[in-house]
């Protein structure tokens, strides 16, 4: 019986973590999506993705939602895109990121995007 109510209690805690992490994921996401982005894109695209002298700026409104949908950084990240906005060159594809790392990276550029009042 105790061990039960034990189990029972461990379930609720881990259903109540899954809950509150679904309900604020969009913050905790974009925390670890900083922390990917900094080793990933960073050394094109400048630690707060405001672009350096061999990258774009990804904070900009060329790539708000509606110009770049997610789905285009997901291609970038896995197929590269070839220089066609700017006069930076290529990027070649990134890899090591699975498709949920590059979700946590956008949602870390999206809210950089939303505080600069983009998208
Ligand atoms: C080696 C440098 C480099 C790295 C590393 C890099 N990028 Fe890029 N990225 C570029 C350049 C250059 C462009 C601009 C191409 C152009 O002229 O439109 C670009 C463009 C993009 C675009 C726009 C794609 C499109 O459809 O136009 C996205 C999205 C993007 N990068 C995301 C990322 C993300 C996310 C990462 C890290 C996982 C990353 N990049 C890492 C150089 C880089």
């Not at 789905?71 to 699975?98: C, E, K, Q």
């Amino acid at each position: 019986m105790r061990r039960t109510l034990t189990l029972v209690a461990a379930m609720v805690a881990l259903a109540g973590g899954c809950g509150t992490g679904g309900a604020d994921g969009g913050d905790a996401g974009a925390q670890r999506g900083e922390q990917l982005f900094t080793a990933n894109c960073a050394v094109c695209h400048g630690p707060e993705g405001q672009g350096t002298t061999v990258g774009p700026p990804l904070v900009h409104e060329i790539y708000e939602p509606g110009h770049h949908p997610d789905d285009a950084f997901h291609r970038a990240v896995s197929d590269g895109t070839p220089a066609h906005h700017w006069n930076f060159g290529d990027m070649p594809p990134v890899a090591g990121l699975d498709s949920d790392e590059v979700d946590d990276i956008i949602a870390w550029v999206r809210q950089q995007q939303r505080d600069a009042g983009i998208g």
